[in-house]
């Protein structure tokens, strides 16, 4: 028996890894190393209503333990995700997470609104944390009124269940949370990357031609397992926690944080058989420290009391 | 296809200043299909650094299953990987990319431009082109003598004029400037090097079968990141440099 399937609303998972959005394209560079239908789900490129070229380039900087990019959304539109870039993933037994992105609440309102219709489309992620768009993204998910009314106007609309993924550039990432609850949100996905900046050390100027960018990879993975934390406490609807995330170990972590599945980012650009890797990683691991089942472990953090019992 | 591989190093050594010459010997060699493709190296284990590192193909051995990387330690990742030794692995994902398309026949000349750490995937190229009788002309720009390199491996092969930037070394000036002194000419032109000389090739040979390979930061290598795009000159398009690339026709894409 599986140790690793899950449900969640609109996702019956096989196992609770996926790609996360904007680290995996469409998929198509991936299907040719491995067979994507092994994958839990896949968080597919964020989408707005016309197609966007995005930022110049360079569009990434490494970082201590991390990187920044700045990539800005870039993407062939809702028509041709539509019509092109779903239906080629339909030879795949992988349900589909699309992610909406959109500079107006009715251009999300409308992405999410054609989204919904495909076949496979299981779930929406409402992107309303992207922080490298002059207009839109980020300024959705920073304030907890304007990020209750996008999740309510896509709720309307959407013909499967919505998910909103989170900043994490917020004082407070409980308000914000139990705003896009309290808008009907279905889940949670959390974190977004954190806004950074890095510069030449010969020149002086910022290094990303955005000048700032989003910091993901391993540098961030505390903060991310501290929102999941936090929220998961404070909210009734599931979490797909993310956040730097580059082996079995670390995605434990995510679920005992109180996250009911995670997703991998910028691992796969690294190793791009990390999420095949994680997923029979895991369960090995769960086999180690004798765990029935991926479930046991939500929220274990908390569930136990808040202070390590260890003793050496 | 793209392969996942530790590879294992042969050789490592410094052929000139803070320039290095490796050798991995791999499975994936055999999938290298095109000079001017790449690979990409992780050049230490666990996650500092934790991007990998493009290098270009400078030489195919397919008999020993080798390939050479001839690359520059100028960064954080680049001189970790300068330290490695003989014996030791390295992760290695590739092939990478399109190469130099060879689209001449015997008995006509390409001419090769490289500029710097952009000279080491044209090596490659040099020998498939000269292997099937085309005649090659290399014309090799540096910043100065002590950071050039592979000059005496490129003469030969074919004729090989040397630029300069401080003029300690063949011509003072630049590659461009060699091709207009020496009148050199030529059926197709391969480039490789920084982006303001590759932009001087385009504009003085808007006539001629002109291929360049660009280079850009990237993360993932396989097209899946978009972070090393460029626009496409006619209609809204792009172009990824990994994946589409990293060797345009000149004139496909906004240099």
Not at chain 1, 65 to 77: K, T, V
Not at chain 1, 103 to 111: M, P
Request: glycine share 10%.
């Amino acid at each position: 028996m599986s140790r690793l399937n899950i449900s969640l609303p609109g996702l019956d998972l096989k196992n609770p890894i996926m790609p996360a959005s904007g680290c995996f394209g469409f998929g198509r560079e991936f299907a040719k190393l491995y067979d994507l239908s092994i994958l839990g789900a896949m968080m597919v490129k964020a989408t707005t209503i016309f197609s966007r070229f995005g930022n110049p380039t360079p569009r990434v900087a490494e970082t201590s333990s991390g990187m920044l990019n700045a990539i800005g959304l870039q993407n062939p539109g809702v028509e041709k995700v539509f019509h092109e870039e779903l239906p080629w993933l339909e030879q795949f037994d992988v349900p589909i997470i699309a992610n909406v992105a959109g500079s107006t609440i009715e251009e999300y309102v409308e992405v999410a609104k054609i989204l919904s219709k495909a076949k496979n489309v299981h779930a929406l992620e409402l992107n309303i944390s992207c922080p490298n768009v002059k207009h839109g993204g980020i300024a959705f998910g920073t304030i907890p009124e304007i990020a209750k009314e996008v999740t309510a106007r896509a709720k309307e609309v959407s013909e499967v269940p919505v998910y909103v993924k989170l900043s994490p550039n917020v004082t407070d990432i409980c308000e914000i949370a139990k705003a896009v609850e309290a808008g009907g949100a279905d889940g949670i996905t959390l974190i977004n990357t954190l806004t950074g900046l890095r510069l030449d050390v010969k020149t002086g100027r910022p290094i990303i031609a955005n000048i700032t960018g989003g910091l993901s990879g391993p540098a961030i993975k505390p903060i991310a397992l501290r929102m999941v934390y936090e929220v998961s406490q404070r909210v009734n609807i599931p979490i797909i926690g993310m956040g730097g995330i580059q082996s079995a170990e670390d995605a434990l972590e995510f679920f005992y944080a109180g996250a009911s599945a995670v997703a991998i980012g910028t691992a796969n650009f690294t190793d791009p058989f990390a999420c095949p890797n994680i997923i029979g990683q895991l369960d090995e691991l769960l086999e180690q420290l004798n765990i029935n089942h991926i479930s046991d472990c939500i929220g274990r953090s908390w569930k136990l009391g808040a202070t390590s019992n260890y003793r050496a | 296809m793209i392969q996942l591989e530790e590879m294992k190093i042969t050789e490592q050594k410094e052929i000139a200043t803070n320039i290095f010459h490796l050798q991995i010997q791999g499975d994936l060699v055999s999938q290298i299909k095109q000079p001017g493709q790449f690979v990409h190296v992780k050049v230490a284990e666990g996650i500092e650094p934790l991007l990998r590192r493009p290098i270009s193909i400078a030489k195919i051995n397919h008999e020993e299953n080798i390939l050479s990387l001839i690359y520059r330690a100028d960064g954080k990742g680049t001189s970790l990987l300068s330290k490695k030794h003989p014996g030791e692995l390295v992760s290695i994902l590739g092939p990478l990319g399109n190469g130099f398309p060879i689209t001449q026949h015997k008995g006509k000349t390409a001419l090769l431009v490289g500029g710097g750490i952009g000279v080491p995937p044209l090596y490659e190229l040099s020998r498939q082109l000269t292997s099937l009788g085309i005649r090659v002309i290399h014309v090799l720009g540096f910043q100065s003598a002590n950071v050039s390199f592979l000059e005496n491996e490129f003469s030969r092969l074919g004729m090989t004029y040397i630029a300069t930037v401080d003029g300690s070394k063949g011509m003072q000036g630049f590659v461009t400037d060699v091709i207009e002194a020496e009148k050199l000419t030529f059926d197709c032109l391969y480039a490789c090097g920084p982006t303001p000389m590759l932009k001087a090739l385009e504009q003085k040979f808007p006539d001629k079968e002109v291929y360049l390979s660009l280079e850009e930061r990237m993360a993932c290598g396989i097209g899946a990141c978009f972070a090393c795009v460029r626009p496409t000159t006619c209609g809204d398009g792009y172009k990824k440099i990994c994946s589409d690339g990293p060797v345009f026709r000149a004139g496909e894409v906004v240099l």
